[in-house]
C-alpha cells in the first residue's frame, strides 16, 4: 500500500515536497524537483531558504512569509501563497504554495508537508490579460484555454490556443458548424449542452468531451459552455481545457493501480487490507484461498467475520485475538507473530499499517504459510545442534583421550594442532607453529622422513611399541618410551596435512619386557631345581592345596619304586595307602600324621620317620615337610623332603642293642666288683683304713658304672620307643617322703626335707617315679657345693601332683636355659661345677615324666639356685 | 643277729663263677644253707635231691636258662620253692613275672634289697 502511495507521489502532477522541522527537505516528488530545477534526489537535504523568492508582481518577499516557514514557525496550516522562485538556472517559476505541518505521535511539529502547483503559464495568461484589460479580444488571444465563440450552432471565433489545440489555421474553423470538430461518439453530449445554453441560456459546467483534430486525432477536453449576448445576439462562450495530459496521468494511475493489484494477487502472501473503519478494501486471492475462506464473505467486507472465520481454525485463538485486539488499537503499530493452525500449518502473520501521505489509513494483514519454513528450519536447528553436539563431542575426545594428537602442515611439517595428551607425552615444550624439525631434533631426521612420505604418498604409516626418546617435561631428562603411531594424510582446505597419533605404550612394553625377564629367569630356575631335583638324594613330593600330588623327583620314585605317573595325580591319603606307609613301630598310621598334610595345616615337620615295605624288605623314612605360600601368605601347597633311612635305622638298632649287649654284660662284672667290695665292707671295723677305703672307692666306682650303664639302657629303650610303664597305685606323698629320707642319709653338708606335701594317690610306675625324683634331689645336692637347703614340696592343683625341688645352689645361667633338657647336654662342661655324668639324667627323666602324661620345667638363677617341677595327673578314682 | 636264714636254705643258679662264689658268700654270711648250681639243668638235678626253701635265678645262662628251668621246675615238682629272680635285664620285674618269681632284682643288687627279697619270700606261705 506504501507502494501504491509511493507510486501515486511519483506521478502526481503537483509538487509534494516533506520538509523537516529545521526546514531541510526530506522528501520531494518528480514533479516538484522539476519546479525547483534539480532532480529530486539533489532536492534532498537542502534548506527551502537556498531558493530566491520573490512577489509575483515582481516585488521582494521575505522568505518567513512562505506557508511553508509559516508553518513549521507557528504549527498552524497555512494558506495559499503564489509566488516566484529562481531556479538554479536562473529562470523564474511561479508557484502556488500551499503547506500543512507534519506530527508526530505526540501531535508535536516535526516538519512540514508542502504542495507546490507550477501557475507560471497561467500567471503569464494572466499578465497578458491584465495587459489586455482593455481589449476582450486580446484576453481571447491570449488565453491558454481553446476558446471558441459559437452563433447559432456555428463557430465564429476561435482563439489561437483552439487553433493550436486542434490543429487548424483560422479561416478553417470560421463559419463551420461546432459539431464538426466534436468526436462523433459525443456529439450527443455536445448537442445536449447546446440546447441547454441556447434554449435555456444555462451555465453548463465543465464536462469532458473529445474533439478532433485537424489529424483525425482525438484531443481529450474539459469544456465549459456559457450563454453571453453580444451586441444582443446570443453568443456561446465555450472554453475547452486541454485534458489530454491529465487524463493520461490518470490513467498511467490507474494502469499503476491495476498493476499493483495484480501484484498483491500474484504474491505468494496472502493479503488483507482493512481501513481505520474495520471494512475490508482489499485482499487477495491468496489470502482466500490461505484461509479456505467463501470468497463471498470476503467480499461482505465484514472484517468482524473474515476475522472469526480465520480464528476458528487456529490452534490457541485466545492469544491471537488479544494480540490483534491490540494491533488495532494502536494504528501505526507493526506486528509479526506466528499463528498456529489447528491442523498443524504455520502462517507468519504480518500487520502494517497502511499509510498514505504519511498518515495510517488502515491495516494491512499479510499471511504468509512458513509451514514448510519452519520445519526446515526446525530441522536445520536441530542438525546444527546435532553438528554442534558431534563438535562438542570431538572437542571433548580430542582434549581428554589419552591418545596424543597432533597435526603437521607444509613441507616443514610445522605443528598446527596439539591436544594436551601430547603435551603430557612429549612435554610441554611450545609446539604450535614451529617446524617439526625444530621441535624434536633429537628424533626429528628419521621421524621426519616417515612424516614427509606419509603426506607425500598418502600411505597411512603405522608402527606398534615403536622406541622413541622423549622428554616428559621441557627441562627433564630424555629417557626412553615406546608408543604405538599412526600417521594418516587428511585432506584440509588449507592443504594436505598429516594427522600423527601416538599411544603411550612404555608401560605396557615395560611390564611386557620385565615379565619376559622374569619369564627367563623362572624357566632357569625352574630347570636349575628341576636339574636339582632330579639329582638331589632325597626324595621330592609337592601336593597342592587339595592334598594332591603334583610333583615327585627321580630320587622319591627310587626311593619307593612307585613311577611318577601312578602318584602325580593322587591325594597323599591315597598314596601312603598304596605305599603302605606305617609308624617306625610298625604300627598303623594315621592320615593325620603324615607330613604332608601336616604340613598344609601349616605345620613345620622335622624328621617324621615312618616304614613301610618294599619287595619284602623294610624301608625306613625320615621326611621334613613344610607348607608353600603365595606372597599374600596363604597355603597353596606342601614340599616333604624324604629319606630312606633304612641304613641309619639299622646301625642305630644295632647300636642300640650293642649298647644293651654291652650293658648286660658289664652288669655282671660290675655286680662281682660290687659284691665283694660291699661283702668285705661288712666288716669294715676290723679292716685296716687304707684297705677301707680302697674298699670304699671299688664300691663308688661300681655304682658309677651301674648307673652309667643303667642311663644308657635306657636311652636305647626311649630311643627304641621300647620304654614301657609298669603303672600302679602309688602314694605319691609316701613315694616323696622316702626318696628324700634316703637322699638326706648320703650328705651331711646339705639339709633335705620335705616342706610341704599333701596325701595324693596318682597311676604311676613307682620304679620310674622314684628315679625321676632321685635324679632331682641328686642335681640339687651335686649342683649345691656349699651345702644349704634344698627343700622339696608336693602340691595338688588342678587335678594335677605337683612335685619341686629348689635348690639354693649355682643355677643355671641363663643362655644354657633352653637346651637343658637335651641329650648329652652338660651346662657346666668346662667350669669349676663340673661333676661328670653324661648329661642324659634330665633327658630320661623328663622321657618319664612325659609317658605318664606331665611334664617337665624349672626356673633357675644364675648364682641362687633352681627349682625343678615335675607334675603327674591324678587318675579320677 | 639271727635271721629267718639261719634255718634256709637258698639254691643259687648262676652261671657266673664268680658272682655264684660272691653269692654263697654273702648269703652263708647272713645265715643261709646255700646250694648252687651253673645253669637250670644242673639247678634241676640239686633240686632232685633237696628242697630249699627260695631259689635265687639267673635268667641268661648256658644250657638251660632261667625261663626254661622256671617252666620245667613247675612242671615237675608238686610244691615249687619261691623262686627271686637276679637278673642283669634292663626291667627284672618283667622278668620275675615271667617265670612265675616273687620278686626280680637287677644285677647289680643291694645286699640289703636282696637279703629283703629272701626273706620276704621264705616268709610267704
Known amino acids: 500500500m506504501e507502494l501504491e502511495a509511493a507510486a501515486v507521489l511519483t506521478a502526481a502532477p503537483d509538487g509534494l515536497l516533506v520538509v523537516d522541522r529545521g526546514g531541510l527537505f526530506r522528501y520531494a516528488n518528480p514533479a516538484a524537483a522539476t519546479m525547483l530545477g534539480l532532480s529530486a534526489p539533489d532536492v534532498v537535504g537542502r534548506s527551502c531558504r537556498s531558493w530566491e523568492v520573490a512577489a509575483v508582481d515582481g516585488s521582494e518577499l521575505a522568505v518567513d512569509a512562505l506557508p511553508v516557514l509559516e508553518v513549521l514557525r507557528t504549527g498552524e496550516s497555512a494558506g495559499e501563497v503564489e509566488h516566484a522562485l529562481r531556479r538554479p538556472d536562473g529562470a523564474w517559476a511561479v508557484v502556488a504554495h500551499r503547506a500543512a505541518p507534519l506530527r508526530d505521535a505526540n501531535g508535536a511539529v516535526e516538519g512540514a508537508v508542502v504542495s507546490l502547483v507550477d501557475v507560471t503559464e497561467r500567471t503569464r495568461a494572466a499578465e497578458q490579460l491584465q495587459r489586455a484589460e482593455s481589449s476582450f479580444r486580446m484576453f481571447l488571444e491570449q488565453a491558454r484555454e481553446g476558446i471558441t465563440l459559437q452563433r447559432d450552432r456555428h463557430i465564429f471565433y476561435a482563439n ?31 448537442r445536449e449542452r447546446m440546447r441547454a445554453t441556447i434554449e435555456e441560456g444555462r451555465f453548463v459546467p465543465p464536462q469532458a468531451q473529445r474533439l478532433v483534430r485537424r489529424n483525425g486525432e482525438p484531443v481529450e477536453v474539459e469544456t465549459t459552455a456559457l450563454p453571453i449576448a453580444v451586441e444582443r445576439v446570443p453568443t456561446v462562450v465555450a472554453i475547452s481545457v486541454d485534458v489530454t495530459e491529465r487524463n493520461r496521468t490518470r490513467r498511467e494511475l490507474e494502469r499503476s493501480r491495476s498493476t499493483l493489484t495484480a501484484a498483491l494477487e500474484a504474491t505468494a502472501d496472502g493479503i488483507l487490507v482493512v481501513d481505520r473503519k474495520r471494512r475490508i478494501t482489499a485482499f487477495n486471492d491468496r489470502f482466500v484461498e490461505m484461509w479456505r475462506i467463501p470468497r463471498a464473505l470476503v467480499e461482505g467486507r465484514d472484517e468482524g467475520r473474515v476475522t472469526k472465520y480465520v480464528l476458528d481454525q487456529l490452534k490457541a485463538p485466545d492469544v491471537v485475538v488479544a494480540s490483534t485486539r491490540e494491533v488495532y488499537a494502536s494504528p501505526e503499530r507493526e506486528s509479526e507473530r506466528l499463528l498456529e493452525l489447528a491442523d498443524g500449518r504455520i502462517y507468519e502473520r504480518c500487520s502494517r499499517p497502511q499509510q498514505i501521505a504519511g498518515e495510517a489509513v488502515g491495516r494491512v494483514w499479510s499471511f504468509r504459510d512458513v509451514t514448510a519454513r519452519r520445519r526446515a528450519e526446525a530441522e536445520r536447528e536441530r542438525l546444527l545442534a546435532e553438528v554442534s553436539r558431534e563438535r562438542e563431542l570431538l572437542k571433548t575426545v580430542f582434549d581428554h583421550v589419552p591418545v596424543g594428537i597432533t597435526l603437521h602442515r607444509g613441507p616443514d611439517l610445522v605443528y598446527e594442532l596439539i591436544n594436551p595428551a601430547l603435551m603430557a607425552m612429549f612435554g610441554d615444550e611450545p609446539r604450535l607453529g614451529r617446524p617439526f624439525a625444530a621441535v624434536a631434533p633429537g628424533t626429528a631426521p628419521e621421524r621426519r622422513s616417515i612424516l614427509e612420505r606419509v603426506l607425500a604418498t598418502g600411505v597411512p604409516y603405522r608402527a606398534v611399541d ?6 616428559r617435561t621441557l627441562e627433564g631428562p630424555f629417557e626412553d618410551a615406546y608408543f604405538t603411531i599412526a600417521y594418516v594424510r587428511v585432506p584440509s582446505p588449507k592443504g594436505a596435512a598429516v594427522v600423527a597419533l601416538y599411544v603411550d605404550s612404555t608401560d605396557r612394553v615395560r611390564a611386557r619386557l620385565r615379565i619376559e625377564e622374569l619369564a627367563a629367569v623362572s624357566r632357569r630356575q625352574t630347570a636349575e631345581l628341576e636339574s636339582i631335583h632330579a639329582n638331589m638324594l632325597d626324595g621330592l613330593l609337592v601336593c597342592d592345596a587339595d592334598s594332591r600330588i603334583t610333583h615327585v623327583n627321580e630320587a622319591h620314585t627310587r626311593m619307593t619304586g612307585f613311577p611318577n605317573l601312578s602318584v602325580v595325580g593322587r591325594t597323599v591319603g591315597e598314596y601312603a595307602r598304596t605305599t603302605g606307609l606305617r609308624e617306625l613301630d610298625g604300627g598303623p598310621l594315621h592320615e593325620r600324621g603324615l607330613p604332608l598334610l601336616r604340613a598344609l595345616s601349616g605345620e613345620i615337620v622335622k624328621d617324621a620317620l615312618f616304614r613301610y615295605s618294599r619287595a619284602g624288605r623294610t624301608v625306613c623314612v625320615r621326611a621334613n615337610a613344610t607348607p608353600i605360600r603365595n606372597e599374600t601368605g596363604a597355603i597353596v601347597g606342601a614340599v616333604a623332603v624324604s629319606r630312606d633311612v633304612s641304613d641309619l635305622v639299622e646301625f642305630d ?25 660291699d661283702l668285705l665292707l661288712r666288716g669294715r671295723e676290723q679292716l685296716p683304713a687304707a684297705s677301707r677305703d680302697a674298699l670304699e672307692a671299688i664300691a663308688r666306682g661300681a655304682v658309677r658304672i651301674d648307673d652309667i650303664v643303667k642311663e644308657l639302657l635306657d636311652l636305647s629303650l626311649l630311643h627304641l620307643g621300647q620304654m614301657e610303664l609298669r603303672r600302679e597305685r602309688v602314694d605319691l606323698s609316701a613315694l616323696v617322703a622316702i626318696v628324700t629320707a634316703r637322699m638326706a642319709l648320703t650328705t651331711h653338708r646339705h639339709r633335705i626335707r620335705v616342706v610341704e606335701s599333701e596325701p595324693v594317690v596318682v597311676q604311676a610306675d613307682r620304679v620310674r617315679i622314684e628315679q625321676v625324683l632321685g635324679k632331682l634331689l641328686d642335681n640339687a645336692v651335686r649342683y649345691s657345693p656349699r651345702g644349704g637347703d634344698v627343700e622339696v614340696r608336693l602340691v595338688v592343683r588342678d587335678g594335677v601332683a605337683v612335685v619341686s625341688v629348689r635348690d639354693h645352689g649355682i643355677g643355671i645361667p641363663t643362655e644354657k636355659q633352653t637346651r637343658l633338657f637335651q641329650r648329652f647336654y652338660r651346662p657346666h662342661t668346662d667350669t669349676p661345677y663340673d661333676y661328670g655324668g653324661m648329661g642324659v639324667g634330665l633327658y630320661i627323666s623328663r622321657e618319664i615324666v612325659a609317658r605318664h602324661g606331665g611334664a617337665m620345667w624349672f626356673e633357675s638363677t644364675e648364682g641362687e639356685g633352681s627349682t625343678f617341677c615335675f607334675r603327674l595327673p591324678i587318675q579320677p578314682g | 643277729m ?16 664268680d658272682l655264684r662264689a660272691l653269692m654263697a658268700l654273702v648269703l652263708e654270711d647272713r645265715g643261709y644253707t646255700v646250694l648252687t648250681a651253673s645253669d637250670g639243668r644242673e639247678g634241676l638235678e640239686v633240686l632232685g635231691q633237696s628242697k630249699p626253701d627260695v631259689i635265687l635265678l639267673d635268667m641268661k645262662m648256658p644250657v638251660m636258662d632261667g625261663w626254661e628251668f622256671a617252666s620245667r621246675y613247675r612242671a615237675a615238682f608238686e610244691h615249687p620253692a619261691p623262686i627271686v629272680v637276679l637278673t642283669a635285664a634292663e626291667d627284672p620285674r618283667t622278668r620275675a613275672e615271667e617265670v612265675g618269681a616273687v620278686a626280680g632284682l637287677g644285677k647289680p643288687v643291694e645286699l640289703e634289697l636282696l637279703f629283703a627279697a629272701l626273706e620276704d619270700a621264705v616268709q610267704r606261705p
Do not use: C, N
Not at chain 2, 639271727?2 to 663263677?17: C, M, R, Y
Open chain 1, 653 to 677: 638298632r644295632m647300636k642300640d642293642q650293642f649298647i644293651r649287649v654291652a650293658a648286660h654284660e658289664l652288669k655282671t662284672p660290675v655286680a662281682i666288683m660290687k659284691g665283694y667290695a
Open chain 1, 160 to 190: 489561437p490556443a483552439i487553433l493550436e489545440m486542434l490543429g487548424y489555421a483560422p479561416h478553417e474553423i470560421v463559419g463551420r458548424p461546432l459539431l464538426d470538430f466534436i468526436h462523433p461518439d459525443d456529439r450527443p453530449i455536445v
Open chain 1, 466 to 471: 615403536e622406541p622413541l626418546r622423549v622428554r
Open chain 2, 2 to 17: 639271727k635271721t629267718h636264714a639261719d634255718v634256709s636254705s637258698v639254691l643259687v643258679i648262676e652261671d657266673e663263677p
